[in-house]
């Protein structure tokens, strides 16, 4: 084995976790090469809202590990700053739950008791009243609202790139081709073999989403991850900007730079399908015309489709797969993915340095007991679920 500041390692996925993944082992020494087919955050790394909440909307069991990765979030910005690599915006993100009946408040508690009891947040109820205060073009139909603080949203295709930035200022190579195979000698894999090369490795590690190809065909396995289609709607709203972020039920109407507004969004299992649906762009503006009327008005710049990695617990993937030495899975992110994105990168990283790791992953980390997320190759051939 060769030490561990002159280890190679292949990383096979260039979307946001791929490029967390880099940077954290080049900055730890680790010799880092990723392979990429296309573009460093081509997919849904790049077609997303990019908050940074971890108290909204996340599994019960991923919480703790959730909140973990916020932290790491905040302390991996300062260190791309010092490498002038941090080119996007992490900024606070203050988002109010919104309800159209005051029969339905109980149904937030849950939201305002998290974030009450969560160093670092904070949750206020809001009458109509404070809501018109706060934003006027709220529709006259909302009735009440719960004002949460302490999250954060980023541009994530810019942290994606700030991310691979940084990895490459710290050694970290890339080729851009497609992986055709591995090396393989007994239960170790000692190279990548791409179009064009053949490249040594001491490890690798799959973060290729939801195009499991490579994935299942390299390391033999069947992984319980499906694409699910998500899109979004770009806006620009003529007049003043949005002070907060805005939710309803499944529509949402995230600010971002100027006056810009991200409204969404849908949640489809569609396989590989990724073009835009103008009967869900019409149904998106409708949802989000019952926050803010105005919105019919604002002006699309950019209707995307992403596909997100998507397990059927709704956890990640991370981990050592177990039928070979050095193969690593970073995969499952799901709506998630982008918060993460930097912890799944700490746990592979203190898997190669230790052997263990300890943020909180006992829920979803590979060869954990009560854990079965891979399967030989030929179990689950004919289910819709597992995609090859």
């Known amino acids: 084995m060769a030490e561990f500041s002159k280890r190679k390692i292949a990383i096979v996925g260039g979307g946001i976790f791929g490029a967390a993944i880099a940077y954290v082992l080049a900055r730890d020494g680790f010799d880092v090469t990723l392979f990429e087919a296309l573009s460093i955050g081509a997919h849904a790394s790049s077609k997303n809202a990019g908050n940074l909440n971890p108290l909204h909307g996340t599994p019960s069991a991923l919480l703790p590990f959730a909140l973990e990765s916020f932290r790491l979030h905040q302390e991996i910005a300062l260190a791309l700053a010092e490498l002038k690599s941090a080119h996007y915006n992490l900024l606070p993100s203050h988002r109010v739950l ?3 009946d005051n029969s339905k408040r109980k149904s937030l508690k849950k ?3 998290l974030f009450t ?3 670092g947040f904070s949750a206020e ?3 109509v009243e404070a809501l018109h205060q706060i934003e006027p073009r709220l529709s006259q139909n909302v009735r009440f609202g719960i004002l949460t603080k302490g999250s954060l949203a980023v541009d994530s295709y810019l942290l994606t790139m700030s991310l691979a930035q940084g990895a490459e200022r710290l050694g970290a190579k890339y080729v851009y081709d497609a992986v055709l195979g591995v090396v393989k000698k007994g239960d170790r894999i000692t190279g990548v073999k791409t179009y064009q090369d053949k490249f040594a490795c001491d490890e690798i590690i799959f973060a290729t989403g939801p195009w499991l190809g490579e994935t299942q065909a390299c390391l033999d396995i069947n992984v319980d991850i499906e694409p699910v289609k998500g899109e979004l709607l770009l806006m620009q709203l003529s007049g003043k900007p949005l002070d ?3 939710t309803w039920g499944a529509s949402c109407l995230y600010k971002r730079r100027k006056n810009q507004v991200w409204v969404g969004g849908t949640f489809e299992r569609s396989g590989f399908d990724m073009s835009p649906s103008l009967k869900n762009r ?3 503006l409708n949802q989000a015309a019952q926050i803010i009327p105005e919105i019919r008005e604002a002006r699309l710049l950019e209707h995307v489709v992403g596909l997100r990695p998507m397990t059927s617990s709704g956890l990640p993937i991370v981990g050592r797969v177990h ?6 899975l970073a995969n499952g992110g799901g709506s998630k993915g982008v918060l993460l994105s930097v912890g799944i990168a700490q746990v592979i990283r203190d898997l190669l340095m230790e052997g263990k790791t300890k943020l ?4 979803f980390l590979l060869g954990q007991e009560g854990r079965i997320a891979l399967s030989s190759a030929h179990h689950y051939a004919n289910s819709s679920l597992f995609l090859i």
Do not use: G, I, P, R
């Open 282 to 284: 019409e149904s998106m």
């Open 323 to 328: 039928k070979w030495q050095n193969a690593y």
């Open 244 to 246: 907060y972020d805005f």
């Open 125 to 127: 109820d809001l009458d």
């Open 117 to 119: 009891n969560t160093e």
């Open 360 to 363: 909180s992953v006992e829920s």
């Open 111 to 113: 939201s305002t008791d």
């Open 98 to 100: 919104l309800e159209l």
